[in-house]
């Protein structure tokens, strides 16, 4: 009787473990909110007061190596691998934030215990991206934050660069699709990040992934049906503008 109880106890933790395993990952922060705008530092705090598992952000270098933070490769007509500092850290964000640079966003995340989502954005100069890869990750590695940085990038050049630099246990997804989990297991990286049409056609790789002990991220999923589709494909994170609606469905879960 007891021996019974006890299985079916540690079945339910078990099913409540396959569960919490999904993490919610707010895309370019919770930006969707009052007083938010995508990649702020509002973003990232309110992703993290909602108890997101992990905030995202994108990240770009000016020609004189300074890291900035912002999803558009341009802002009010500044394009900011174009530009010297200068010219782009004067420019606000529609909340009237300044553009983040990547030092404020990372202290910023310092204080929170949301996981910080990285994204390398491909740079037209695939040199100066290379620098604003080993840049970054001696930022992250100065400020005491390698073990709470996961990278992701669409470069295949910016993802090897970012593997080969980083420390040993970083976590390095690729974002671009086409490269299938035992190509990514082979370039060293932690599992794929792709757009939840890709999984759609490739329905495969997450099994596939899982058996090679890489890990699925899908993004950026909006739609409560597309959510549970994902969840039950058995996907190991989410990237939603829509945090607390994928946190209620994992709560009914
Ligand atoms: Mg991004």
Not at 20 to 47: C, E, F
Not at 198 to 215: A, F, I, N, T
Not at 216 to 244: H, Q
């Amino acid at each position: 009787m007891y021996r019974r109880l006890f299985f079916a106890a540690l079945l339910a933790c078990v099913a409540v473990a396959a569960g919490a395993a999904t993490q919610v990952v707010a895309h370019r922060g919770y930006w969707d909110a009052p007083g938010s705008a995508q990649n702020s530092i509002r973003s990232l705090v309110k992703a993290d007061s909602i108890a997101c598992d992990g905030s995202e952000f994108d990240v770009w270098m000016t020609t004189d190596g300074h890291l900035f933070v912002n999803h558009d490769a341009t802002i009010h007509g500044v394009e900011i691998q174009k530009a010297k500092a200068a010219d782009v850290k004067k420019l606000r964000l529609p909340n009237g934030e300044l553009i983040p640079t990547l030092e404020q966003y990372l202290k910023a995340g310092k204080r929170l215990k949301t996981h910080l989502v990285l994204e390398l954005k491909p740079h037209d100069d695939k040199a100066q991206e290379a620098k604003a890869a080993r840049k970054i990750i001696a930022m992250v590695k100065k400020l005491g934050l390698n073990k709470r940085v996961t990278y992701i990038t669409f470069s295949l050049p910016g993802m090897k660069e970012l593997i080969k630099r980083a420390p040993k246990g970083t976590e390095v997804y690729y974002l671009n699709g086409e490269l299938s989990p035992a190509e990514l297991k082979e370039l060293g990286a932690a599992g794929l990040d792709y757009h939840y049409s890709v999984m759609r056609k490739h329905p495969e790789w997450y099994k596939q992934s899982h058996d090679l002990g890489l890990k699925v991220n899908v993004w950026t999923v909006n739609e409560e049906s597309v959510m549970r589709e994902c969840l039950e494909m058995g996907a190991d994170f989410i990237t939603t503008n829509a945090p607390e609606l994928l946190q209620g469905i994992l709560k009914q879960q």
